[in-house]
């Protein structure tokens, strides 16, 4: 049986301005797009901030987006002399110590495997294990660091990087911290489905946000809540493979590349939800777990402090259950206060 695991982020927003503190502020949202995907930012404030945002975003976009020419990954990917900023080395040194804490589960030089399978898989049935071998010779998180004078170190000139499953969540932090420093003290920053958020919503609640059951339903428009989660100066971050995974004589593949085997996981969990003190970290441990499996995931998580998760996993019957870290009933609503 074919489950598909769908996380709904079940945000209230809502466009009209309400009133938001004791100065009266309003509540703005705005919304776009960026890193080709969509942003919904909503905050109490005396007027919009959008053009400050999309500047920031803007910003952001020309470190750390590789598919841009000029960006500062992209020159660092064709090893070409280049500046790092300060988004940059933020996230490469996170990464790395994220990299060592999963024994190299999370990894930024993956790509060249993940390009190699091809989108949605579609080159299956053309990969071999001497293309998979000739890859790792070139992939691996230790292959690649910053030196002390700021300078990018390639212990092989191939090694490329690519920071999509750490950099969404990185750019919520961003985005929250300029939010904060004009004093804004309420507001829910969500970018791609990673949310940073802080304070109430302009019902003076903890941000709601909610989990999908999952369903086989191969339209993926069917929705039907499991649980709805209260967000307060948290933030959260998901993955699954409910909806990117392939299926091959019986197996499902699922979406996230195993950094070690080269090859797509073939494991039980099915989404991981993982709540931190910041998003940057909640974003990649999501992607981690996705390629840990649920026993490694598990032990990993108790390494971490301040890490929550809520894990929805396949058993070996085909049954889904449920995992979530001790404490995580804190962030369920009550239906009476849904």
């Known amino acids: ?70 960006s500062i990954i992209t020159k660092v990917n064709r090893n070409e002399p280049v500046e790092l900023d300060s988004f940059f080395l933020k996230v490469f040194r996170r990464s790395e110590e994220i990299s060592r804490t999963t024994g190299g589960k999370f990894d930024i030089t993956v790509s060249p495997l993940i390009n190699a399978w091809g989108f949605g898989f579609q080159n299956m049935d053309t990969i071999t294990p001497e293309i998979i071998d000739s890859l790792k010779d070139f992939v691996g998180y230790e292959k690649i660091s910053v030196d002390a ?55 003076g609640d903890c941000w709601r946000i909610g989990i999908d059951k999952p369903i086989d339903d191969v339209t993926g428009m069917l929705h039907n809540l499991q649980a709805v989660l209260s967000l307060c100066n948290k933030s959260l971050a998901t993955s699954g493979n ?65 890490l929550h998760y809520y894990f929805i996993y396949e058993k070996p019957d085909g049954s889904l259950g449920i995992e979530c870290s001790e404490g995580f009933e804190q962030f369920f609503v009550k239906k009476d206060d849904a």
Do not use: W
Request: glycine residues 8%; negative net charge; contains cysteine.
């Open 149 to 203: 004078g700021g300078n990018i170190v390639k212990t092989d000139p191939r090694v490329q990087i690519n920071t999509s499953a750490i950099a969404k969540g990185y750019a919520c932090d961003v985005i929250a911290d300029l939010l904060e420093s004009y004093g804004i003290e309420n507001y829910m920053v969500e970018i791609g489905g990673e949310i940073a958020a802080k304070g109430v919503n302009d019902k």
């Open 242 to 306: 409910y909806r990117n995974y392939y299926i091959k004589e019986g197996k499902k593949y699922a979406h996230t590349i195993d950094p070690h085997t080269g090859y797509p996981a073939q494991l039980d969990i099915l989404g991981a939800t993982v709540i931190a003190d910041d998003c940057m970290t909640a974003d990649a441990y999501a992607t981690a777990f996705m390629a840990m499996g649920l026993e490694q995931s598990v032990e990993t998580a108790k390494q971490i402090p301040g």
């Open 1 to 70: 049986m074919k489950y598909q695991y769908n996380l709904l982020l079940f945000l209230v927003l809502m466009l009209s301005c309400t009133s938001g503190s004791k100065r009266n502020d309003l509540y703005y949202q705005d919304q776009g797009e960026i890193f080709t995907t969509g942003y919904n930012i909503k905050y109490a404030y005396n007027r919009s901030l959008k053009e400050d945002i999309v500047a920031e975003l803007n910003r952001f976009d020309m470190s750390l987006n590789p598919f841009k020419e000029n």
